[in-house]
């Protein structure tokens, strides 16, 4: 099993940046898919953003206010942590931003990246707030 740990949020005006961690530990990350997901208050989690297993793809959600091109996603397999760099935050991004990484026999392949079902732990979360 791997245990997921998210750090880097707080309070932020918008316009503003926030890198966020995730950290894992009991397992490599190392060949495995890894997503980002955030969820508001009355709100469904919703998929931000993912990173193929070999960080040779990075995707990114499309919907409404599109986090494209203000995310960024990245992962360092050396200190077995994923990143979430988001900049020109808004107030529509505040939510509760989640990690995920899918069950071992996923590793070198691919998961379903949109959608929670895709993976299989989760970190606690990390809140994010965007101040307008």
């Known amino acids: 099993q791997v245990q997921l740990v998210e750090s880097g949020g707080g309070l932020v005006q918008a316009g503003g940046s926030l890198r966020l961690s995730c950290a894992a530990s009991?397992?490599?990350?190392?060949?495995?898919?890894m997503g980002w997901f955030r969820q508001a208050p009355g709100k469904e989690r919703e998929f931000v953003a993912a990173?193929?297993?070999?960080?040779?793809?990075?995707?990114?959600?499309d919907y409404g206010d599109s986090v494209k091109g203000r995310f960024t996603i990245s992962r360092d397999n050396a200190k077995n942590t994923v990143y979430l760099q988001m900049n020109s935050l808004k107030s529509e991004d505040t939510a509760v931003y989640y990690c995920?990484?899918?069950?071992?026999?996923?590793?070198?392949?691919?998961?379903?990246?949109?959608?929670?079902?895709?993976?299989?732990?989760w970190g606690q979360g990390t809140q994010v707030t965007v101040s307008s």
């Open positions: 995920a990484a899918p069950r071992e026999d996923r590793r070198y392949s691919s998961v379903n990246f949109k959608y929670p079902y895709g993976y299989d732990y």
């Open positions: 009991g397992r490599t990350l190392r060949g495995y898919p």
């Open positions: 990173i193929r297993w070999d960080g040779s793809k990075t995707y990114y959600a």
